[in-house]
């Protein structure tokens, strides 16, 4: 009785730690990759731009190279390593960025919920972690910009992606669709980003078109506001 007394613990100890062995989880990959933050990490975009203007029968077209480099790291007011980012626009040629081509400065942060990036003085919240397909959040939390109460979404995770402009490839990225906000008259409003593991951003569509009807023909509508394309051309460190 003894002996099967100690069998049976221990068949009852042997089933509790496997069962603990089962209940273990792999941690989710949370996605950081997608979003460098070391310093003299760069990108260089070719930039595709458009403003159209149907009152004065204008589209003006840029292209430009435009390079956006992490120049350094400091401490914000509350503490947050954050990224300096330094932009860089030159003509669309073969010659070197030099110093005067500075435009402006950005700033960025990751930290272990989401990937924040201040824009011409306006903080969005560019992606959110883990990175989980569908998933959904507020890009707009962080300031007064009008959202028309639409989130930012991840459209597709960890897939291919190959820009159509360059023929460049990519294995895994990460698209965020921004807002898509189409009406027949009124402001309409596009924008999506992809990311790349190890890059970061890779490519943007974007436009504002304020389409107004025309008072002299019924399905006529008159269009401006800007449209503007990056597509990645190369990065590294320096």
Known sequence: MKLFS??????????????????????????????????????????????TDDVFNRKDTFLFKLKERIESKFLDTTGRPTQRIERFKHDLDSSPFVFSDISDVWFANLTSLRAEKVEENIKYVKLIFPIQNEDTWNGNAFNTEEDFGIDYMFMKVHEPFTDTVTGISFDSTVTVLQINRQVVAGENIYSLEVYAKDIGLIYKNYYFINSQPDSNEIDFKREFGPAYKYHYMQSGYE
């Open 6 to 51: 100690k069998v049976f613990l221990f068949f009852i100890l042997i089933v509790n730690i496997v069962s603990c062995k089962e209940e273990v989880q792999t941690p989710p990959f949370m996605g950081y990759e997608y979003f460098p933050d070391s310093v003299g990490h760069y990108v260089i975009y070719r930039v595709d731009s458009i403003w």
